[in-house]
């Protein structure tokens, strides 16, 4: 039997998105893992999301303990987890695991590894506090990047030397190249021509992420090859880093924008129900922190005052094809667009 580890984590999905990359990871991870070496489990902190169903539809289990981040009962609940499971290791991500991680570890006899997946740039004030004073029961600890090793030394007080930088893998056969025909007919849908280069970005629409330096490097990129194709993928909510437009127009990047504008965060909506119906509380306010509306924002005025053409919103479908064809007029004249679209939530 392999060394039992049990993985425990904060939450596996963030608002405006199904998913985040730790729950990618263990997606990964898991199926990966020598049975003859290891014993692993996952546990959640919190009450199951939509982000559960999807690591169980990969053959991940999850144990959640239904608390929230601050509720004491995690540490007895945890310990008497790890003293179920067996486990040897506790394998923490998040800020809460790795605050009651660490106490539990020491209770059931374990050893406590810290997973550090980025530097926050605004941990809270209270972290750093059980940070300084949990220092010590942080056997070793994992870096993802050099800035992460970094923040873990000096922002989150872990010795220097139980920390190991190990950068995050990726399994190679997820993102082989497509076939050139599917390749080819993928493009042609899209309006591509077959040899142009293509780059892009897929992530939340958030500025933690990045956006901003793809779009810069395509303002340098295109006069050099203007049938470059360059695209982002995004999902959440536009108003999470809205100063992607600003910079697509100051650097006079050709990008359509194209905003599936459903007033909402409709995932969160559609988790809400499903815990509510299940603790028989009714669905009357499971709106409440995920509508956006009340006032609506109007993406397009937004655009327009961000140096961007703005179409929108458009409600009825028959002035969508329109729009869609003054914003690509002005995209291939040399500059960025962008069409908000009112549709339903799913």
Known sequence: MGVPVLHVCDKFGVRGSSIHGVSRLFSWWFPRYDPARYEVSLCGLKRPEAATRWLEEQGIGVRHLGRGRFDPRILGDLVALARERGARILHVHGYAAADFGRLAARAAGAKLVLHEHF????MPAYQ???DRLLRHRTDGAIAVSRSTREFLVHERFVPPERVRLIWNGAPLDEFAPAPRDRALHVRRELGFPDEALVVGSIGR????????????????????????????VGDGDLMFGPGILWTAAH?????????????????????????????????DRVHIGCRIDDPNIDYAAMAKS?????????ENPRDLGPALKRAIAVVKKGEPALV???SQGR
């Open 128 to 130: 750093a506090l059980a």
């Open 251 to 283: 650097e006079r990047i050709p990008l359509l924008y194209v905003v599936h504008n459903n007033r909402c965060y409709h995932m969160e909506i559609m988790q809400m129900q499903v815990i509510a119906n299940r603790r028989q509380r009714g669905i």
């Open 119 to 122: 530097a926050d740039p605004r």
């Open 340 to 342: 908000d679209v009112v």
């Open 306 to 314: 961000l140096g961007v053409c703005g179409e929108g919103p458009i």
């Open 205 to 232: 629409l958030n500025a933690q992420k990045g956006h901003r330096f793809l779009v810069e490097a395509a303002g340098r990129l295109l006069p050099s090859r203007p049938r470059a194709r360059v695209l982002i």
